[in-house]
């Protein structure tokens, strides 16, 4: 059974950074998209960032120019490095695995981890 296992997380002051991490664990195949969500108390959960198979990216507006995501394929591994971290930035952090199998596509999604940024 495949599961994201994710890390990083924490308690950071404005400006600081933090760098997530999400590996998945067991046989996956066809991985197409590797996205990091946020979701902050009492709203809905948001894209932060996509990185397709190919490396192409896109970012929130929120997050541009301070947040870079990145994957390495070979260890079906996606990274987000966090910058100039504002309080805004406070939410539950997920990753998700969008994959295609025999033409059906499955979403997998890490367990989520706490970025908390105190002003």
């Known amino acids: 059974q495949v599961q994201l296992v994710e890390s990083g997380g924490g308690l950071v002051q404005a400006g600081g950074s933090l760098r997530l991490s999400c590996a998945a664990s067991?046989?996956?195949?066809?991985?197409?998209?590797m996205s990091w969500y946020r979701q902050a108390a009492g709203k809905q959960r948001e894209l932060v960032a996509v990185?397709?198979?190919?490396?192409?990216?896109n970012y929130a507006d929120s997050v541009k120019g301070r947040f870079i995501i990145s994957r390495d394929n070979a260890k079906n591994a996606v990274y987000l490095q966090m910058s100039s971290l504002k309080p805004e930035d406070t939410a539950v952090y997920y990753c998700?695995?969008?994959?295609?199998?025999?033409?059906?596509?499955?979403?997998?999604w890490g367990q989520g981890t706490q970025v908390t940024v105190s002003s």
């Open positions: 998700n695995f969008a994959t295609t199998v025999f033409g059906r596509t499955y979403d997998y």
């Open positions: 067991g046989s996956i195949f066809n991985i197409n998209a």
């Open positions: 990185v397709t198979r190919g490396g192409s990216t």
